[in-house]
């Protein structure tokens, strides 16, 4: 009979765990009516229809610039890649803040230009800056099946008398449907789970309305939209979970040879998103500063931001090891790692609901920075489980064996062989825990200690009254530090699944 791996009874107590606060959401909602009244029904009607309009929005921008990365040989081409790539860097929220101060009468843009400007806000607005912010997931996942697949096929059919653009369609794009819906979904999912965006622009999503009646003292209710919301994201990621973007065997690399005018328009075209996701909120960070200086940020918000974020990225690194190497034993050990994965599609509005619930249970982790730390590992703990995972699976299992033939006991031969051979991915899955707690917002506003301030949390704090000028500092720490996690993820660290794959 064979032995069970030592990593199971852990791997299951985590996998136990990283679902049980989302239990307490039913024992919640129970207490509560109205499931298919008006105002439930408004809210499904604004988030369905925020999820669909931000789908097309990330395929129409995501698609074409995929193409161009991929098949047209332009100048500078690892430069025009990585700023396509750099909506990734910076969160929806701080694109909503930015233009929702600079757009519209009496915003930015006509104070200091004197152009009058549209106002941004509700279903449109809400719509337009959130395909800014995910078209690169499409444009990723269908960049790396772009390169899978063989130009000469493009080629042939070019040669029996078709245009490029016919060619193009028949030959291409069915081939990269999958890849397409995979990016789509992971568009969607960030359109159900992210808090900031609507709440900055004033549409009733689920996100929003549960933040509302959380500060209303109306956790029940909070809890039963939050289960609403949840099988919706459940939904989404059981669909995402048949699409396999399917891959060829890599063949010859197309490259289209447009004349130099031709790419320079090409390049024009794709100039306007690159300036409304990345360089208007960047300007408008600089001349706030320039304008307004510091003003009154304490050097403690980006300190409570670090620590918080360190502790998380330590605590899920630690319990990521059992995990991952259960998932490397087995059948068992690799169903475990998927519950664990649960935790990330789960919003972190949804999460802090089910955690404030389970503080209120038990006052000594109520509003205590051991409860915050929880949340963010029971979210973030798959990317330190992904990235330990692809390390030790390429790890050498004679290496082991021979550890154990010379006298190593079990627990040393971790420690001598696996452990150090596996040390980069846990530093890598460690960075993308850090930098994805340092943007977390609903869950830090729902959880944090009282007066423990962090660079999301006084970025909204400034919103609310208004003070925008204050927010310049952290908005510019939180790009660069979101630009680090770009970094990290573009260079295929981690076994993300967004990995780029270069020619």
Known sequence: MRAVPKSYPIAFLIAFLAVLPLSVLFTLASDTSGLFDTHNLRVLGNTMALVGLTIVGAVV???????????????????????????????????????????????????????????????????????LYTYP????????????????????????????????AHVVLPRIMRSVGA?????????LSDFGTPAILRL????????????????SQAAMLSIQLLVIVALVLFVESTIKGGTERPGKQLWLWPKPWQRYVMLLCSLPVVLMAIVLPLSIFLVWLIREGAGDFDVSYAINSAYASLLAAIAAVVLAIPVAHAAISGRAGRLMERITYFGFGV???????????????????????GLLVIAYVLRFLPLAVGSVRTTAERLDPSLV???R??????????????LPLTYRGMVAGAALVFLEVMRELPATLMLGPTGFETLATYMWRVYEAGYFGMAAIPG????????????????GEGGNRLKLNEE
Do not use: C, H
Not at 69 to 97: E, N
Not at 109 to 116: A, M, S, T, V
Not at 207 to 217: G, H, L, S
Not at 348 to 360: F, K, P, Q, S
């Open 137 to 168: 997931f499409v444009m990723l996942t269908t960049r790396a099946s772009l390169l899978s697949l063989d130009g000469s096929l493009v080629s042939a059919a070019r040669t029996l008398g078709m245009s490029l653009p016919a060619s193009l």
């Open 401 to 403: 064996k021979a550890a």
């Open 183 to 191: 990016g789509a979904l992971l568009a969607a999912l960030y359109a």
């Open 476 to 491: 510019l720490l939180l790009v660069f530090l979101s630009g680090i996690g770009l970094m990290i993820m573009l260079t």
């Open 61 to 131: 921008l995501g698609v074409p610039l995929a193409l161009l990365t991929t098949y047209v040989k332009m100048p500078l081409q690892r430069f025009w890649l990585v700023l396509l790539a750099a909506p990734l860097a910076m969160p929806s929220y701080i694109g909503a803040f930015t233009m929702y101060f600079a757009l519209g009468p009496g915003g930015e843009i006509e104070n200091l230009l004197g152009i009058p400007t549209p106002s941004i806000g509700g279903l449109w607005g809400t719509a337009i800056v959130m395909s």
């Open 204 to 219: 009733d999503t689920f996100t929003r309305v549960i933040f509302v009646e959380y500060n209303a003292f109306g956790l």
């Open 347 to 369: 919003p972190g509005i949804v999460m802090g609901t089910a955690l404030v619930y389970v503080g209120l249970k038990l006052p000594f982790l109520y509003q205590t920075l």
């Open 405 to 418: 033939l010379l006298g190593a006991s079990p627990g040393e031969a971790f420690r001598r062989i696996t």
